[in-house]
C-alpha cells in the first residue's frame, strides 16, 4: 500500500536548524520528494532524492534517507523566516503507475524571529 | 516559458453547477496530473494522463472527469459540483521518463473552488 506520514507542526527560533521527518512504505519508490508550499501559493520543489543514496545536501538543505527504515528527513540550516511554511514529502511510484506522487499531509513550519 | 498555468484562480460554484478547470504547460511533457488539496490530507490525485488522448483514474476520481485532447492541455470537468468538492485544485506536469531527475512534477499555482 501507499502511505506517506509526517508530523503536522514544527516551531523553531531563526537561526537554529529545522528537521522534519517522514516516513513512506511503498520500497519500490525511485524517488523522494520534498516540496515547499508557502501561503496562497502552489507547491515549489526544494529538492528530491534517489533511492540508491542516503544523503544529498543542497546549501542550506541535508536530506537523509534510510532505505531500510523507509524513513526520509529534511534538515534546513540556519533557519530563516522565509522558510515558514508547509512542507510535503513524497513517494513517486513506477513510471509503470503514471510517475504517481504520493503525498504526506505536510508539516507546517513556523520560525520565529 | 510560462511553465504549468491554471485557469481560472478561483471560482464559487453552486450546488449542482457545472464548470472546467484548464491546465496548461508549455514544456512538452509528456504526463499531466489534476490533485486536490484538503486541510490535513496532503494531495490527493483525481486523474492523470500519460500522452495525448490517454487519461487514467487516480486516488478520488469520483465526481470529476478528465480531457486530454492536446498535450499540452488537461482539462478538469465536474458536471455537478458538491460541496464536497471545496478544495484547492492543482495540476501538474513531468517529462515521464526514467531518466535521472526526468521524473519531477512541475505545479501550477492552483485553483481554488468552494461550491455552496
Known amino acids: 500500500g501507499e502511505d506517506v506520514e509526517q508530523s503536522l507542526f514544527l516551531s523553531v527560533r531563526e537561526g537554529d536548524s529545522s528537521v522534519i521527518n517522514c516516513t513512506y512504505t511503498d520500497s519500490s519508490s525511485t524517488y523522494l520528494y520534498w516540496y515547499k508550499q508557502e501561503p496562497g501559493a502552489g507547491l515549489q520543489l526544494l529538492t528530491y532524492i534517489f533511492s540508491n543514496m542516503d544523503m544529498k545536501q543542497d546549501q542550506r538543505l541535508t536530506v537523509l534517507l534510510n532505505k531500510k527504515d523507509k524513513h526520509l528527513s529534511l534538515r534546513i540550516a540556519d533557519t530563516q523566516t522565509g522558510d515558514s511554511a508547509i512542507y510535503f514529502c513524497a513517494e513517486i511510484l513506477p513510471v509503470e503507475y503514471g510517475n504517481k506522487l504520493v503525498f504526506g499531509a505536510g508539516t507546517i513550519l513556523r520560525v520565529k524571529s | 516559458n510560462a511553465g504549468v498555468t491554471q485557469t481560472p484562480k478561483f471560482r464559487v460554484l453552486k450546488t449542482g453547477q457545472s464548470m472546467t478547470l484548464l491546465c496548461a504547460q508549455d514544456?512538452?511533457?509528456?504526463?499531466m496530473y489534476w490533485y486536490r488539496q484538503d486541510p490535513g490530507m496532503g494531495l490527493r490525485l483525481i486523474h492523470y494522463s500519460v500522452g495525448e488522448g490517454t487519461t487514467a483514474k487516480g486516488e478520488v476520481p469520483d465526481g470529476y472527469n478528465v480531457s486530454r485532447l492536446k498535450k499540452q492541455n488537461f482539462l478538469l470537468g465536474l458536471e455537478s459540483a458538491a460541496p464536497s468538492q471545496t478544495s484547492v485544485y492543482f495540476c501538474?506536469?513531468?517529462?515521464?521518463?526514467?531518466?535521472?531527475?526526468?521524473?519531477?512534477?512541475?505545479f501550477g499555482p492552483g485553483t481554488r473552488l468552494l461550491v455552496l
Open positions: 514544456m512538452n511533457h509528456e504526463y
Open positions: 501538474a506536469s513531468s517529462y515521464g521518463s526514467r531518466g535521472f531527475g526526468q521524473e519531477t512534477q512541475y
